[in-house]
């Protein structure tokens, strides 16, 4: 099984790291070979307009598309989240999405860079202890569809969102996994998402 992390823009680095340390193999993805090449895909975070615009501007955003719709494993973190997202709150004047999660997100949902914060999630799937994740300038999900589960939620105000969700072979994370050093949500991305589907 090949991982490909797209590598336009964000920090794909840790993702590949990560992913190295589950034992995996996978690159940084910058081409339609590579796009073509790859079993499972990671949509890392950093700035979501940015690395849509940058997949249009190199032509890789209409066969990312087509390959999340026709079933490739994906997983987004924080941006990534976004960027799978059928509806985005708050976009950016044009701002586009890959698609393929039946989810509203709203940007930047927690507030700015100077908002960003840490929580101890549970999360479905995924045995204790809970997550310490990390949320940067982060999404979080506002509508999911019925054919998407919630894994994880955080309260704010006395009001739960969803911060982790999955349907079907696609995964999304409001928060940083990789950035962490704890890899149980990429060791579940491909245990339980990408082995299932190549199976």
Not at 21 to 46: H, Q, R, T, Y
Not at 65 to 92: F, H, K, N, V
Not at 131 to 157: K, N, T, Y
Request: with cysteine; net charge negative.
């Amino acid at each position: 099984m090949l991982v490909g992390v797209l590598a336009l823009q964000g920090d794909f680095r840790e993702h590949l790291f990560a992913l190295a340390e589950c034992g995996v193999e996978a690159i940084a993805v910058k081409s339609l070979e590579e796009i073509n090449l790859i079993d499972a895909l990671v949509l890392p975070g950093g700035e979501s307009t940015t690395i849509a615009k940058l997949a249009r501007t190199f032509g890789l955003f209409d066969r990312i598309q087509e390959r999340i719709q026709s079933g490739l494993p994906t997983y987004g973190s924080c941006a990534g989240m976004i960027l799978l997202a059928d509806r985005i709150t708050g976009a950016a004047v044009g701002q586009e999405s890959f698609g393929g999660m039946d989810i509203t997100v709203r940007r930047n949902a927690f507030g700015r860079q100077v908002d960003s914060f840490e929580a101890d999630l549970n999360m479905t799937g995924i045995t204790a202890p809970a997550i310490r994740a990390i949320f940067i300038r982060a999404p979080w999900v506002e509508m999911v569809g019925s054919g998407v589960e919630v894994l994880a939620s955080v309260e704010i105000d006395g009001e739960l969102h969803p911060v982790a969700v999955q349907q079907g072979n696609l995964l999304a994370t409001s928060f940083h996994p990789e950035i962490t050093g704890d890899n149980r949500v990429h060791r579940y991305f491909i245990e339980t998402i990408c082995k299932a589907a190549v199976a």
